[in-house]
Protein backbone atom coordinates (compact mmCIF):
# COMPACT_ATOMS: atom_id res chain seq x y z
CA UNK A 1 0.00 0.00 0.00
CA UNK A 2 1.24 3.65 -1.08
CA UNK A 3 1.57 6.01 1.70
CA UNK A 4 -0.42 9.41 1.40
CA UNK A 5 0.55 11.53 -1.01
CA UNK A 6 1.72 15.23 -0.75
CA UNK A 7 1.14 18.78 -2.62
CA UNK A 8 3.56 19.41 -5.21
CA UNK A 9 4.55 22.55 -3.00
CA UNK A 10 5.50 19.61 -0.26
CA UNK A 11 7.53 17.36 -2.67
CA UNK A 12 10.01 20.38 -3.29
CA UNK A 13 10.32 21.41 -0.49
CA UNK A 14 11.40 17.89 0.35
CA UNK A 15 13.29 17.72 -2.70
CA UNK A 16 15.16 20.56 -1.78
CA UNK A 17 16.10 18.92 1.75
CA UNK A 18 17.38 15.92 0.03
CA UNK A 19 19.36 18.13 -1.86
CA UNK A 20 20.98 20.07 0.77
CA UNK A 21 21.87 17.31 2.97
CA UNK A 22 23.62 15.10 0.30
CA UNK A 23 25.66 18.25 -1.05
CA UNK A 24 26.57 19.27 2.43
CA UNK A 25 27.49 15.44 3.55
CA UNK A 26 29.73 15.28 -0.05
CA UNK A 27 31.62 18.58 0.70
CA UNK A 28 32.45 17.32 4.72
CA UNK A 29 33.50 13.86 3.38
CA UNK A 30 35.81 15.64 0.59
CA UNK A 31 37.03 17.69 2.87
CA UNK A 32 37.72 14.77 5.57
CA UNK A 33 39.42 12.93 2.28
CA UNK A 34 41.34 16.13 1.70
CA UNK A 35 42.87 17.13 5.17
CA UNK A 36 43.15 13.45 6.45
CA UNK A 37 43.66 11.08 3.42
CA UNK A 38 44.99 12.82 0.21
CA UNK A 39 48.30 11.55 0.84
CA UNK A 40 46.83 7.91 1.27
CA UNK A 41 44.70 8.25 -1.81
CA UNK A 42 47.15 9.43 -4.35
CA UNK A 43 49.39 6.28 -2.92
CA UNK A 44 46.62 3.92 -3.76
CA UNK A 45 45.87 5.56 -7.42
CA UNK A 46 49.63 5.55 -8.02
CA UNK A 47 51.30 2.86 -6.12
CA UNK A 48 50.62 0.43 -8.93
CA UNK A 49 53.14 2.34 -11.18
CA UNK A 50 55.55 3.43 -8.98
CA UNK A 51 55.90 -0.52 -8.41
CA UNK A 52 57.22 -0.89 -11.75
CA UNK A 53 60.05 2.08 -11.67
CA UNK A 54 57.91 4.38 -13.73
CA UNK A 55 58.29 8.32 -13.24
CA UNK A 56 55.13 9.97 -12.37
CA UNK A 57 55.42 13.87 -13.23
CA UNK A 58 53.14 16.61 -14.11
CA UNK A 59 52.78 19.57 -16.88
CA UNK A 60 51.50 22.48 -15.08
CA UNK A 61 51.97 24.61 -12.03
CA UNK A 62 48.39 23.78 -11.01
CA UNK A 63 48.23 20.14 -11.94
CA UNK A 64 49.27 18.08 -8.73
CA UNK A 65 46.88 20.21 -6.58
CA UNK A 66 43.83 19.08 -9.46
CA UNK A 67 44.66 15.64 -9.27
CA UNK A 68 44.63 15.39 -5.21
CA UNK A 69 41.28 17.53 -5.45
CA UNK A 70 39.99 15.18 -7.82
CA UNK A 71 40.71 12.35 -5.64
CA UNK A 72 39.30 13.21 -2.54
CA UNK A 73 35.91 14.36 -4.28
CA UNK A 74 35.82 10.58 -5.65
CA UNK A 75 36.65 9.34 -2.24
CA UNK A 76 34.61 12.08 -0.19
CA UNK A 77 31.69 11.11 -2.82
CA UNK A 78 31.43 7.29 -2.14
CA UNK A 79 32.09 8.56 2.18
CA UNK A 80 28.91 10.16 1.47
CA UNK A 81 26.85 7.95 -0.72
CA UNK A 82 25.35 6.13 2.28
CA UNK A 83 23.81 9.03 3.52
CA UNK A 84 22.95 10.25 -0.42
CA UNK A 85 21.49 7.10 -1.40
CA UNK A 86 19.47 7.10 2.03
CA UNK A 87 18.09 10.75 0.92
CA UNK A 88 16.96 9.54 -2.62
CA UNK A 89 15.35 6.46 -0.99
CA UNK A 90 13.53 8.56 1.77
CA UNK A 91 12.24 10.52 -0.94
CA UNK A 92 10.97 7.99 -3.47
CA UNK A 93 9.96 5.33 -1.21
CA UNK A 94 6.07 6.73 -0.07
CA UNK A 95 5.06 5.97 -4.19
CA UNK A 96 6.21 2.85 -4.04
CA UNK A 97 4.27 -0.73 -2.66
CA UNK A 98 5.88 -2.62 -0.14
CA UNK A 99 6.35 -5.23 -3.20
CA UNK A 100 8.48 -2.66 -5.07
CA UNK A 101 9.87 -1.49 -1.97
CA UNK A 102 11.63 -4.71 -1.59
CA UNK A 103 13.25 -5.18 -5.14
CA UNK A 104 14.43 -1.45 -4.62
CA UNK A 105 16.47 -2.51 -1.57
CA UNK A 106 17.29 -5.73 -2.97
CA UNK A 107 18.97 -4.61 -6.34
CA UNK A 108 20.42 -1.41 -4.92
CA UNK A 109 22.36 -3.51 -2.04
CA UNK A 110 23.90 -5.54 -5.11
CA UNK A 111 24.47 -3.12 -7.43
CA UNK A 112 26.88 -1.60 -5.03
CA UNK A 113 27.96 -5.10 -4.37
CA UNK A 114 28.82 -6.24 -7.43
CA UNK A 115 30.29 -2.52 -9.27
CA UNK A 116 32.86 -2.77 -6.09
CA UNK A 117 33.84 -6.10 -6.79
CA UNK A 118 34.01 -5.30 -10.22
CA UNK A 119 36.45 -2.06 -9.49
CA UNK A 120 38.36 -4.61 -6.70
CA UNK A 121 38.94 -7.38 -9.66
CA UNK A 122 39.90 -4.55 -11.96
CA UNK A 123 42.68 -3.28 -9.46
CA UNK A 124 44.33 -6.23 -7.95
CA UNK A 125 44.07 -8.29 -10.56
CA UNK A 126 44.07 -6.77 -14.27
CA UNK A 127 45.12 -3.25 -13.60
CA UNK A 128 49.06 -4.75 -13.08
CA UNK A 129 48.86 -6.36 -15.37
CA UNK A 130 47.81 -4.43 -18.41
CA UNK A 131 50.12 -1.30 -16.65
CA UNK A 132 53.33 -4.34 -17.15
CA UNK A 133 52.34 -4.99 -20.69
CA UNK A 134 52.17 -1.07 -21.89
CA UNK A 135 54.78 -0.10 -19.70
CA UNK A 136 57.44 -2.98 -19.71
CA UNK A 137 56.81 -5.19 -22.43
CA UNK A 138 55.82 -2.70 -25.40
CA UNK A 139 58.21 0.05 -23.96
CA UNK A 140 61.60 -1.23 -23.98
CA UNK A 141 62.96 0.81 -26.72
CA UNK A 142 61.99 3.86 -24.64
CA UNK A 143 62.20 5.78 -21.63
CA UNK A 144 59.44 6.53 -19.66
CA UNK A 145 57.57 9.36 -18.11
CA UNK A 146 53.96 9.74 -17.41
CA UNK A 147 52.28 12.58 -17.33
CA UNK A 148 50.23 12.48 -13.52
CA UNK A 149 47.00 13.75 -15.18
CA UNK A 150 46.79 11.33 -18.18
CA UNK A 151 47.50 9.00 -15.78
CA UNK A 152 44.55 9.42 -13.07
CA UNK A 153 42.47 9.18 -16.66
CA UNK A 154 43.73 6.01 -17.49
CA UNK A 155 43.30 4.39 -14.53
CA UNK A 156 39.72 5.78 -14.21
CA UNK A 157 38.58 4.52 -17.44
CA UNK A 158 40.31 1.37 -16.60
CA UNK A 159 38.45 0.42 -13.69
CA UNK A 160 34.91 2.17 -13.89
CA UNK A 161 34.32 -0.35 -16.95
CA UNK A 162 34.76 -3.16 -14.53
CA UNK A 163 32.26 -1.73 -12.30
CA UNK A 164 29.65 -1.67 -15.00
CA UNK A 165 29.57 -4.91 -16.23
CA UNK A 166 29.58 -6.95 -12.90
CA UNK A 167 25.72 -5.47 -13.03
CA UNK A 168 25.30 -8.17 -15.78
CA UNK A 169 23.58 -10.91 -13.59
CA UNK A 170 21.78 -8.57 -11.98
CA UNK A 171 20.42 -6.82 -15.20
CA UNK A 172 19.85 -10.65 -16.40
CA UNK A 173 17.86 -11.61 -12.87
CA UNK A 174 16.16 -8.11 -13.05
CA UNK A 175 15.00 -8.70 -17.02
CA UNK A 176 14.04 -12.22 -16.20
CA UNK A 177 11.61 -11.66 -13.52
CA UNK A 178 10.05 -8.98 -15.56
CA UNK A 179 9.28 -11.66 -18.30
CA UNK A 180 12.02 -10.11 -20.73
CA UNK A 181 14.49 -12.94 -20.70
CA UNK A 182 15.29 -16.27 -19.83
CA UNK A 183 18.21 -18.31 -19.79
CA UNK A 184 17.42 -20.52 -23.04
CA UNK A 185 17.72 -16.89 -25.11
CA UNK A 186 20.91 -15.82 -23.53
CA UNK A 187 22.55 -19.33 -24.33
CA UNK A 188 21.16 -19.20 -27.74
CA UNK A 189 22.48 -15.67 -28.51
CA UNK A 190 25.91 -16.78 -26.65
CA UNK A 191 27.90 -15.93 -30.04
CA UNK A 192 26.13 -12.26 -30.80
CA UNK A 193 27.03 -11.34 -27.08
CA UNK A 194 30.29 -12.35 -27.35
CA UNK A 195 30.62 -10.14 -30.57
CA UNK A 196 29.05 -7.62 -28.18
CA UNK A 197 31.40 -8.20 -25.91
CA UNK A 198 34.12 -7.08 -27.56
CA UNK A 199 32.62 -3.97 -29.28
CA UNK A 200 31.60 -2.80 -26.33
CA UNK A 201 35.25 -3.50 -24.99
CA UNK A 202 36.51 -1.28 -27.55
CA UNK A 203 34.57 1.23 -26.53
CA UNK A 204 34.56 1.78 -22.75
CA UNK A 205 38.37 1.06 -22.42
CA UNK A 206 41.47 3.01 -23.71
CA UNK A 207 42.20 2.25 -27.43
CA UNK A 208 44.14 -0.33 -27.61
CA UNK A 209 43.67 -4.17 -27.93
CA UNK A 210 45.66 -5.65 -24.52
CA UNK A 211 42.76 -2.91 -22.37
CA UNK A 212 40.12 -4.68 -24.15
CA UNK A 213 40.91 -7.91 -24.16
CA UNK A 214 41.70 -7.91 -20.43
CA UNK A 215 38.02 -6.21 -20.08
CA UNK A 216 36.66 -8.64 -22.24
CA UNK A 217 37.88 -11.80 -20.84
CA UNK A 218 35.62 -11.34 -17.32
CA UNK A 219 33.04 -10.15 -19.66
CA UNK A 220 32.79 -13.63 -21.04
CA UNK A 221 32.77 -15.16 -17.65
CA UNK A 222 30.14 -12.58 -16.11
CA UNK A 223 28.00 -13.42 -19.31
CA UNK A 224 27.88 -16.94 -17.88
CA UNK A 225 26.80 -15.86 -14.59
CA UNK A 226 24.30 -13.82 -15.95
CA UNK A 227 23.01 -16.99 -17.53
CA UNK A 228 22.72 -19.18 -14.27
CA UNK A 229 21.19 -15.63 -12.20
CA UNK A 230 18.72 -15.93 -15.13
CA UNK A 231 17.90 -19.66 -14.62
CA UNK A 232 18.00 -18.83 -10.56
CA UNK A 233 15.28 -15.67 -11.53
CA UNK A 234 12.94 -18.26 -13.44
CA UNK A 235 13.15 -20.99 -11.23
CA UNK A 236 11.87 -19.03 -8.62
CA UNK A 237 9.10 -17.96 -10.77
CA UNK A 238 8.01 -21.18 -11.53
CA UNK A 239 7.96 -22.45 -8.07
CA UNK A 240 6.54 -19.84 -7.02
CA UNK A 241 3.76 -20.87 -9.96
CA UNK A 242 3.51 -24.25 -8.28
Same mark, same amino acid.
Given at each position: ???????????????????????????????????????????????????????????????????????????? @?????????????????????????????????????????????????? @????????????????????????????????????????????????????????????????????????????????????????????????????????????????????
Amino acid at each position: MKEKKGTIYEHLTELRRVFVISIVAFVICTMLCYFLWRHELVGLVFNPIRKLGTNIVIIGVTEGFMIQLKLCCVAG @LLMASPVILSQIIYFILPALYKKEKKILFFLLFFSILLFCLGVLLGYYFV @LGIGLRVFLVDYNQEFGTMIAAGKYVTFFNGFLLPFGITFQFPLLSFALTKMGVLNPTKLRKKRGYAILLIFVVAAIVTPPDVISQVLLSLPMMVLYEVSIGASYIAGRKEIVHEE
